[in-house]
């Protein structure tokens, strides 16, 4: 057996195979063919692999979501029998002597850039197709992959950290937990572990991503941060009795459906539940969640190889306004850059992404990607209680301009007789030092706030969430962080808005009370943090104590 120590940071037991996620780091040889004829048969292999796949992908999509989103994997069937394409791969391989992987590689970079460099942005995009046709050529060829695991069924991730584009294209039934060599409380793969409710440790360090764990037995425990690989009978034992634990507390929270979040001393609070999808949908109503917080639409970006249409994203949009029937769904814009990358956007790398350009910067230059996503949003709101919401906002410009978009985009719905929620409140995320110090402006425009406290943490302290050398420094509960969000808070209900919390600490039981005496009208946290949320509100009193509450909260740090 062998035991390593990380940090828990999400709880639950989990016990399977452990999978070592791969990161394809295509290193294409550029050594010539000795014999032609054998990498012409091999390119051909790989086409016929590449086309099956594509072909289960299609009836998979097909099954589950509808021909549609199926679609895009037939394009690329004809995309990978297309004879220029093919022509060109032949041609390196036969006259320039290429092997059949730097033959598709360099095929690859030509046609895309061909495409890249077009006046009409439908074909601009399509650069992204070709890029991705020839990652799936290229995986057969060189049998790496872009990123992934190999293991089938239910299993372990492991991996040195995970972004957001690589997963959304895990398989979610199958991960009973993740284990990650680095990463941060509050990064993506913590977030989704929370979203998903399974158990991640993170920060196991270097020794933890060995090659022979592939396949192993292995034991996590999100509590106390330990992984166990080819765990002894004694270690089984006693998990197995601490899962069964965690099964039977989460079984007494069930008795909580149906019951108001409302304090001893009769405070009522919202609380909400966070998404990235509709795959989250079921959670959110079995764990009675009043609403939907934030429902990062990103991911519906991050999960396809293109734009998604305004078509695509109506859809969606609706199906949340639908199966929440009435409780409001708060859709966040686009937030994508710094560690939400999408290949397809053509993004320059920067140097401090964090600081970069991103969320609703991006959607005021490109405006015509933001309108598509206004439309969508604005169409659904005829379906249910949907509200919208800006992330990163740092001025009243920018407010302004994101809300005269949605006018705009309202007016032409008006125009063309398509129905839509004249009434859809607005929101701004405060997640930036600045939106706080200007609250008081951004309340006068706004319906209500949404704290982002994972950004208003690393902004407010200089710190990158995603550097776990930084955690020390990265303290969520520092009183700079609180008295953030207090100003804030007073600036919103001074200029009749409401306020909710749907960063992290929104779900964090240890400032439940403190929330409560800042006035916070709603918490929103991972689906499965909705019932303890409800517990723990329903267990506090209040009275007489709200100025010490602040007090100590806000003067000094909560946490020894
Ligand atoms: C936040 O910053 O707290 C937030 C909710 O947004 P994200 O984590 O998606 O950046
Ligand atoms: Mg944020």
Not at 26 to 31: A, I, K, R
Request: one cysteine or more; charged letters at 30%.
């Amino acid at each position: 057996m062998v035991a390593l120590q990380g940090k828990g940071v999400y709880g639950g037991i989990a016990i399977g195979t452990a999978a070592l996620y791969r990161r394809g780091r295509l290193e294409v040889s550029t050594e010539p063919a000795c014999d032609p004829a054998e990498e012409l048969a091999r390119f051909e292999a790989a086409k016929q692999s590449a086309l099956s796949e594509l072909q289960g992908l299609y009836d998979k999509a097909v099954r589950e979501v509808g021909e549609k989103d199926g679609q895009i994997f037939q394009i690329h069937q004809m995309m990978v029998e297309d004879l220029d394409y093919q022509d060109a791969v032949i041609n390196r391989i036969q006259n320039q002597k290429a092997n059949a992987a730097y033959a598709v590689s360099e095929t690859s970079k030509e046609i895309s850039g061909i495409f890249a460099a077009m006046e009409d942005e439908y074909m601009r995009e399509r650069a992204a197709d070709v890029r991705d046709i020839s990652a799936r050529l290229l995986k057969f060829l060189t049998g790496v992959s872009a990123g992934g695991i190999r293991t089938e069924g239910k299993c372990i991730v492991c991996a040195d950290d995970l972004v957001p584009s690589e997963t959304v294209q895990l398989d979610k039934e199958n991960v009973l937990a993740f284990a990650t060599a680095y990463g941060s409380a509050n990064s993506h793969t913590a977030i989704l572990a929370r979203t998903m409710n399974i158990p991640a440790v993170i920060g196991l360090g270097e020794e933890f991503l060995r090659e022979e764990f592939e396949g192993k037995t292995m034991a996590v425990d999100g509590f106390t941060g330990r992984v166990y690989l080819d765990p002894d009978e004694g270690t089984l034992e006693e998990l197995r009795q601490k899962q069964a634990e965690d099964e039977r507390k989460k079984a007494l929270l069930q008795q909580l459906k149906g019951k108001e979040n409302r304090t001893l001393d009769g405070r009522s609070v919202q609380v909400y539940a966070n998404i990235g999808g509709l795959d989250d949908l079921n959670a959110v109503l079995e764990n009675d969640a009043g609403g939907i917080g934030l429902f990062r639409s990103e991911f519906l970006y991050l999960e396809n190889s293109d734009y998604p249409s305004e078509e695509e994203q109506f859809q969606v949009y609706r199906q949340a306004a639908e199966r929440m029937a009435g409780k409001r769904v708060i859709i966040r814009t686009l937030d994508i850059g710094a560690d939400k990358q999408i290949g397809y956007f053509g993004l320059e790398p920067e140097e401090n992404p964090a600081l970069g350009y991103r969320a609703i910067r991006i959607c005021l230059t490109r405006k015509d990607l933001f309108k598509t996503q206004l439309r969508a949003i604005c169409r659904a709101s005829a379906y249910g209680n949907l509200a919208i919401l800006f992330p990163m906002i740092i001025s009243r410009q920018e407010l302004r301009e994101a809300k005269a978009l949605l006018k705009e985009a309202q007016g032409e719905l008006r125009r063309e007789g398509t129905a839509f929620d004249e009434k859809m409140e607005i929101g701004v995320m405060i997640e930036t030092p600045a939106s706080v110090i200007i609250s008081d402006q951004l309340a006068a425009e706004a319906d209500f706030f949404s704290v982002g406290t994972n950004d208003l943490t690393q902004y407010t302290l200089a710190a990158d969430r995603q550097n776990p050398k930084l955690e020390p420094f990265c303290d969520p509960h520092h009183e700079a962080v609180l008295r953030m969000i207090q100003m804030a808070a007073e600036q919103a209900h001074r200029h009749g808005a409401w306020i909710g919390i749907c960063g992290e600490l929104g779900g964090d039981l240890e400032l439940t009370e403190v929330f409560l005496a800042m006035g916070i009208d709603e918490l929103s946290a991972a689906p499965g943090r909705v019932l303890p949320l409800r517990e723990k509100i329903r267990s506090l009193d209040l009275t007489g104590r709200e100025q010490q509450i602040l007090d100590r909260a806000l003067a000094c740090e909560t946490e020894e």
